[in-house]
């Protein structure tokens, strides 16, 4: 059963920057795509960026040119660097992994943005 912890939520103000963290335990980390996704209050989950297990990645394009994804196989980490944040991306932030499909997801962690 693999574990995804996140971390590195928090407030900031429009125009910061977060880096949100995904620890990932108990599977084959480096053979599974990694996904961040997002839900804001009263609205459905949404996707954000995915990583391939050989580094290929793809974002929406509401966070295209803003946020980066990147893998640490190493550490078993998937990261999420977010820029120019926005009111707008106020969300709670979800990792979710899978070999394919995301069968794996966190718990999630809250990024507020002020204007």
């Known amino acids: 059963q693999v574990q995804l912890v996140e971390s590195g939520g928090g407030l900031v103000q429009a125009g910061g920057s977060l880096r949100l963290s995904c620890a990932a335990s108990?599977?084959?980390?480096?053979?599974?795509?990694m996904g961040w996704f997002r839900q804001a209050a009263g609205s459905e989950r949404e996707f954000v960026a995915t990583?391939?297990?050989?580094?290929?990645?793809f974002y929406a394009d509401s966070v295209k040119g803003r946020f980066t994804i990147s893998r640490d196989n190493g550490k078993n980490t998937v990261y999420l660097q977010m820029n120019s944040l926005k009111p707008a991306d106020t969300a709670v932030y979800y990792c979710?992994?899978?070999?394919?499909?995301?069968?794996?997801w966190g718990q999630g962690t809250q990024v507020t943005v002020s204007s």
């Open positions: 979710a992994a899978g070999p394919d499909k995301y069968i794996y």
């Open positions: 108990g599977g084959t980390f480096s053979a599974y795509r």
């Open positions: 990583i391939s297990w050989s580094g290929s990645t």
